[in-house]
C-alpha cells in the first residue's frame, strides 16, 4: 500500500472515532423510543416498514445530500461548524448589512444550541448503553443511573489530562462498531428478507396515509437517527472532506442502515421485542460482550461532542462573541487538542442533572430533538446565503434544493417543539440563555468602544503635541494594548499624566481577529510610524490561532522597532463598566456585561504577555 493510500486510510479511521460516534450510536434507543415511546405506532409490517422507509430516506436525504454533499463544501479554509459557516455568511451579505446582521444572530443561536446538544448527547448516549444491563441481567435496572453518573463523571474528569493518548483508539473502536451493527444487521435480515421492501419511499409516504393521527409528529422520533449529523460539518477541520465523505459511504451508512433494518426484522418476528430491539437483536452469548463495546462507543460519542464544545468556544472567544477564557492546550502535537475548564464544568453539572432528572433514555428522548433540529434549520439558513451570494451556484439548481431543505427541517424541527413541554424545555432554556449572553457581551463591547472612543484623542494630533512639549524619554519599549487602532489608549494618557515620562519607543498595538481560521505569518504583521518614536501595530490572528502576542511580536519583520523581552513593558487598561441610563442596552443587560468583563479572562493570560512585564491602568466607563 501507498504512503498516499495509507494517510487516507488513517484518515478515514480517525474520522470514525471523532465525527460519527453520536449519529453512530443512535440506534441503541431509535426504534425503541418509536415503538416503546407514546407515540401510537402499531408493531405490524406496514408500521415497521414505514418507519423503516422514513429513517433510511431521512439518512439519504438530511445527512447524505444535505451535509455530505452540500455542506461539507462550505470549507472557511479547511474549518467547518456553525460559527465558521456564519463566518461565511457574514462575508457573502457585505452588502447587506441588515440580513448580515440576522444571520449572524441565526449563527449565534445554532451555536447556543449546540450547547443544550452537548448536555444531552453524553446523558443519552452513555444512558442508553448502560441499560443494555437490564436485558442481561433483569433485576439490577436500579444501578444503571448511578453507574451512567460515575462513567460520565470519569469521562469529565480526565478532560483537562487531554484525549491524544486515548484518541488513537477511538477509530479502530468506532470501526468495530459500525461493523458489529452490520453484522447484527444482517443476522435479523436474513431471517426475515422481506423487510428490505422499506427502501421504497412508498411505503414512507404510505404511513402517513394510513396514520393521520399521527401525523408530522412521528418526525420527532425519526429525528434520533439523525442526531449528530451536524458534527460531520463542524468537525471537518480536523480530517478534511474526503475523510468524512469516505467514511460515511464505506462503513457508517451501510451499518447504520442494515442495523435499523436488522431491528425491524426482529420486531416483525417478535413485536415484543419493542422494548429495547437493539440489544434483543443480538444472540444471548454476545449480550454482555455488546454492552462493553456499546458503553465504550458512547463515551467516545460524548468526547466528541465536549471536544467540539471545547473547540467552538474558542471560535466564538476569537471572534468577539464570548468571554474570554483560559484555554489549556492538552498536547503539543495536535493544535486542536485544548481544555477549557469553565465549560467542561459547567457541562459536566448539565449532563448529570440530565441524567438524574430523567432516569431514562426514553424519558431524555422525550427531550431530545429540538436543539438538534433547530441547529439543522439555520445550517440550512446560512448555507442558502453561502451559496447564492458567495459561490454565486446557479439559481435555478440552488433555489429549488435549498428549498427543499428549507422543507424537510422545518417539518422536522415543528415535530419535535411539543417536545418542548415534555423535558425539551431544558436545551432550549439553555440555549436561549447563551444566546442572550454572547449577545450581550457582543453589544457591550461595542458600546464600550464607543464610550472610550468619545474621550479619545487622535494619534496624529498626540504626537504633534508631543513633538511641541516633549516629556522626559526613558529607555524601552513600551507596548499599549487598545482595541482601536486610530486613537491614543487611555492607559498611555495615564501613563503620562501621573508618571510624566515616555519610553523612547511607543507602540500601539491592536489584535485583530479575522473571520478567516488562520493568517499566515506574511500577513501577520502591519506597521506604521507616526515620528517621535511613535509606532501603531496590527497583529492579524485567525479565529483559530493562539493570540501569543510576545512570540508574534519577536518574529516581526521590522529591525527599527525593539521587542527584546527584557526591554519590553506592556502596558494594560482594565475598564471598570458603570451602568447608566444612557442609551445602551436594558439595565439588566448592562448589569450582566459589566459582571461578565469584571470575570472575564484578563487580557495578561490570555494574550501569553510575561506577568513581570505588565502594568495594569485601571478606568471607569459609563454605558
Not at 362 to 383: K, N, R, W
Not at 415 to 424: H, R
Request: with cysteine; charged share 10%; hydrophobic share 50%.
Amino acid at each position: 500500500m501507498s504512503q498516499s493510500s495509507t494517510s487516507k486510510l488513517s484518515l478515514t479511521v480517525a474520522a470514525l472515532g471523532v465525527v460519527y460516534g453520536d449519529i453512530g450510536t443512535s440506534p441503541l434507543y431509535t426504534l425503541k423510543e418509536v415503538f416503546a415511546g407514546h407515540h401510537g405506532v402499531n408493531v405490524d409490517p406496514a408500521g415497521v416498514y414505514g418507519i423503516l422507509s422514513l429513517i433510511f430516506w431521512s439518512l439519504m436525504w438530511v445527512v447524505t445530500l444535505k451535509y455530505v454533499l452540500v455542506i461539507l463544501r462550505a470549507d472557511n479554509e479547511g474549518e467547518g461548524g456553525v460559527m465558521a459557516l456564519t463566518a461565511l455568511a457574514r462575508r457573502a451579505t457585505q452588502a447587506y448589512p441588515r440580513l448580515s446582521r440576522l444571520l449572524v444572530l441565526a449563527g449565534l443561536a445554532g451555536t447556543a444550541l449546540f450547547y443544550g446538544d452537548s448536555m444531552i448527547t453524553p446523558a443519552i448516549s452513555v444512558l442508553s448503553a448502560v441499560e443494555g444491563l437490564d436485558v442481561a441481567l433483569p433485576g439490577i435496572g436500579h444501578w444503571v443511573v448511578p453507574i451512567t453518573v460515575a462513567l460520565l463523571i470519569g469521562l469529565f474528569l480526565i478532560q483537562k489530562h487531554g484525549t491524544a493518548r486515548i484518541g488513537v483508539l477511538f477509530g479502530p473502536v468506532m470501526g468495530l462498531w459500525f461493523t458489529t451493527l452490520g453484522v447484527l444487521g444482517i443476522y435479523g435480515i436474513v431471517r426475515h428478507p422481506e423487510v428490505l421492501q422499506a427502501l421504497n419511499p412508498w411505503w414512507a409516504i404510505n404511513f402517513f396515509v394510513s396514520h393521520p393521527g399521527i401525523g408530522i409528529t412521528i418526525l420527532a422520533a425519526v429525528v434520533l437517527a439523525l442526531t449528530g449529523a451536524e458534527a460531520l460539518y463542524a468537525d471537518m477541520g480536523h480530517f478534511g472532506r474526503k475523510p468524512i465523505a469516505r467514511a460515511w459511504f464505506a462503513l457508517v451508512l451501510p451499518g447504520l442502515v442494515l442495523n435499523y433494518f436488522g431491528q425491524g426484522a426482529l420486531l416483525l418476528d417478535n413485536p415484543q421485542a419493542a422494548r429495547n430491539p437493539f440489544y434483543l437483536l443480538a444472540p444471548g452469548w454476545a449480550l454482555i460482550p455488546l454492552i462493553g463495546l456499546a458503553t465504550l462507543s458512547t463515551i467516545i460519542a460524548s468526547q466528541a461532542v465536549i471536544s467540539g464544545a471545547f473547540s467552538l468556544t474558542r471560535q466564538a472567544i476569537q471572534l468577539g462573541f464570548v468571554p474570554r477564557m483560559h484555554i489549556q492546550h492538552t498536547s503539543s502535537d495536535a493544535e486542536g487538542q485544548i481544555y477549557i475548564g469553565v465549560v467542561n464544568w459547567a457541562l459536566m453539572v448539565g449532563v448529570i442533572l440530565l441524567v438524574i432528572g430523567f432516569e431514562s433514555s426514553g424519558a431524555l428522548a422525550a427531550a431530545y430533538g429540538v436543539a438538534v433540529t433547530g441547529t439543522m434549520l439555520i445550517d440550512t439558513l446560512l448555507i442558502a446565503a453561502v451559496a447564492l451570494l458567495l459561490w454565486k451556484s446557479p439559481r435555478w439548481l440552488a433555489i429549488p434544493l435549498l428549498l427543499c431543505f428549507l422543507v424537510v427541517d422545518t417539518l422536522f424541527f415543528a415535530a419535535n417543539i411539543p417536545k418542548i413541554l415534555q423535558g425539551g424545555a431544558f436545551p432550549v432554556i439553555a440555549g436561549i440563555a447563551l444566546f442572550m449572553l454572547m449577545t450581550t457581551w457582543k453589544r457591550g463591547r461595542e458600546l464600550l468602544v464607543d464610550r472610550l472612543d468619545e474621550t479619545a484623542m487622535p494619534l496624529p494630533v498626540f504626537v504633534s503635541s508631543i513633538a511641541i512639549q516633549p516629556p522626559h524619554r526613558v529607555r524601552g519599549t513600551a507596548v499599549f494594548l487598545c482595541a482601536r487602532a486610530d486613537a491614543v489608549p487611555h492607559a498611555l494618557l495615564h501613563n503620562l499624566l501621573h508618571n510624566q515620562v515616555l519610553h523612547q519607543q511607543i507602540v500601539m498595538l491592536t489584535v485583530a481577529i479575522a473571520d478567516h481560521p488562520h493568517v499566515p505569518l506574511a500577513k501577520r504583521f502591519e506597521v506604521d510610524s507616526f515620528g517621535e518614536g511613535f509606532y501603531r501595530v496590527v497583529l492579524h490572528f485567525g479565529y483559530m490561532d493562539e493570540p501569543n502576542v510576545p512570540a508574534a511580536l519577536e518574529k516581526n519583520p521590522h529591525d527599527f522597532i525593539d521587542f527584546t523581552p527584557l526591554s519590553t513593558t506592556y502596558f494594560l487598561s482594565r475598564e471598570t463598566i458603570i451602568p447608566t441610563k444612557r442609551i445602551g442596552m436594558m439595565a439588566w443587560r448592562e448589569s450582566l456585561f459589566a459582571f461578565l468583563l469584571k470575570n472575564a479572562n484578563s487580557n495578561l493570560r490570555y494574550f501569553q504577555l510575561p506577568t513581570n512585564r505588565v502594568i495594569e491602568l485601571g478606568t471607569q466607563v459609563e454605558i
